[in-house]
Every structure is written in structure tokens, then in C-alpha cells.
């Protein structure tokens, strides 16, 4: 599904992660993006723990006004 979604736009990832705008394909454009989302996964994962702990003090709160 998200080659079809790239190839919407003109772009198309080969094997080895580069990708390729289709549009100039003909002219042998080739495109490669690194990116280091490190950062953005430590935060990401901070904000799931942050979201567990007060998910499980909604359910504390629920059997509390519950009883």
C-alpha cells in the first residue's frame, strides 16, 4: 500500500532504501534521504510509558468510584 501511495506522488524506494523519483526515472534522478529519528523514538517512547502509567490510574480511579 505505501508503494502505491509513493508512487502517487512520483516516488519509489529500490532495494537498498533510496529512493527514486519515477517522474525523471528517465533522466536517472536518483534520491537518497537519511534521516535519524533516534531522538523522535525516545521521545515517542517516553510519551507511551507517560500514557500507560495514567491509563493504569484511570482504571485505579474507575474501581474506586465503582465499589
Same mark, same amino acid.
Given at each position: ?15 537498498? #532504501?533510496?529512493?527514486?523519483?519515477? /517522474?525523471? @526515472? !528517465?533522466?536517472?534522478?536518483? $534520491? ?10 525516545? #521521545?515517542?517512547?517516553?510519551?507511551? /510509558?507517560? @500514557? !500507560?502509567?495514567?491509563?493504569? $490510574? ?10
Amino acid at each position: 500500500m505505501a508503494a502505491n501511495n509513493a508512487r502517487e506522488f512520483g516516488v519509489t524506494v529500490d532495494e537498498k #532504501g533510496t529512493a527514486i523519483d519515477v /517522474r525523471k @526515472a !528517465k533522466r536517472n534522478l536518483t $534520491v537518497k534521504i537519511d534521516v535519524d529519528i533516534s531522538e523522535a523514538l525516545t #521521545g515517542l517512547k517516553a510519551l507511551q /510509558r507517560e @500514557a !500507560k502509567k495514567a491509563t493504569q $490510574v484511570l482504571r485505579e480511579l474507575e474501581e474506586l468510584i465503582s465499589k
